[in-house]
């Protein structure tokens, strides 16, 4: 049995990338691995670009790539804010017992 050389055409709508969905990814990444102070630009970047996605009408290629930039920065943010209190806790109770 031989195959066609190419893949079948496909007959669909086109699908669109969203322009900022790879660097809604990357920044989500970036914000569990490097720096998590980013992680509120990749949450509140994912939530405009799932909104013009939803509203567009389109089919796009690159939403799962939205989502999980979306949720990396959740759960950054999530993260960063704990940080921040378990570092003003100690604080307060360093200045407390001293």
Same mark, same amino acid.
């Given at each position: ?35 998590? *102070?980013?992680?509120? *630009? ?37 993260? *960063? ?7 003003? *806790? ?9």
């Amino acid at each position: 049995m031989s195959y066609p050389p190419y893949d079948p055409p496909y007959y669909g709508p086109q699908q669109h990338n969203h322009p900022n969905g790879t660097t809604i990814l990357v920044l989500g990444i970036l914000s569990l691995v490097v720096c998590t *102070f980013i992680g509120p *630009f990749a949450w509140s970047m994912g939530n405009r670009a799932l909104r013009e996605i939803d509203e567009s009408g389109y089919v796009f290629a690159n939403r799962g790539h939205v989502q999980a930039g979306r949720i990396c920065g959740i759960i950054s943010t999530v993260l *960063f804010a704990l940080t921040l209190l378990f570092v003003a *806790f100690g604080v307060t109770v360093a200045i407390v017992t001293s």
